[in-house]
């Protein structure tokens, strides 16, 4: 599998940490970032994984980033693709080209508080709970299956900082569980259901 960032790649370290095991199902073989700066590849790079910077900014258009995108991809034989947080909305061409192989992980739990600043969003609303979901990458912003959500109380008092932290802390749990049920056939996609495989 190959992973996709744009910033820190907390979630992929989370990710490589748990492929390290010999019984996990995935191998991580590339990480690459669409921002040279992107903190995560440093640390890939010392994990021992091969990175690629493909530069969104480096193309006249988003048509030309994604074939670039697209063909190292899949020089890569991957079998699946974890975006943990990739910041950059794909077109369906992309999707398409790698449907019911391609994942991720949002801070809230979908339907919930599609997009951006959800932490702020779910305090606005006076919101019970919160939390991460794991879900295959479909067209539309934030949508596709629900593979796994893990949920947290939000706490009187909490800022969007302090229920980002305990939210993360659920998402280095659940996406390594989450791409393992993949990875190993435990579930299946049929259309936009997630089935458990007998």
């Known amino acids: 599998m190959g992973v996709l960032i744009s910033g820190r790649g907390s979630n992929m370290m989370a990710l490589i940490a748990a492929a390290r095991h010999p019984a996990y199902p995935a ?16 640390l890939a790079a010392a994990a021992g994984i091969a990175t690629k910077v493909i530069d969104h900014e480096a193309y006249a258009s988003r048509a030309a980033f994604e074939a670039a995108l ?10 699946f693709i974890a975006c943990a947080g990739f910041m950059r909305v794909m077109s369906p061409a992309l999707i398409k080209a790698w449907r019911d192989r391609m994942i991720n992980i949002h801070p809230s739990l979908l339907p919930a508080y599609r997009g951006l600043h959800t932490h702020e969003r779910a305090l606005a609303d006076g919101a019970k709970q919160h939390g991460c979901t794991v879900h295959i990458v479909r067209p539309e912003l934030d949508s596709g299956p629900i593979i796994a959500q893990a949920k947290v109380p939000v706490l009187p008092g909490d800022t969007a900082e302090s229920l980002a932290a305990r939210v993360l802390v659920e998402e280095h749990r659940l996406y390594p569980q989450a791409l393992a049920l993949l990875a190993s056939g435990r579930i299946r996609i049929e259309g936009d259901q997630v089935k458990t495989s007998s």
């Open 70 to 79: 697209n063909q190292y991809l899949q020089s890569q034989r991957l079998d």
């Open 27 to 42: 191998d991580i073989v590339c990480v690459v970032s669409n921002r040279p700066e992107a903190e995560g590849l440093k």
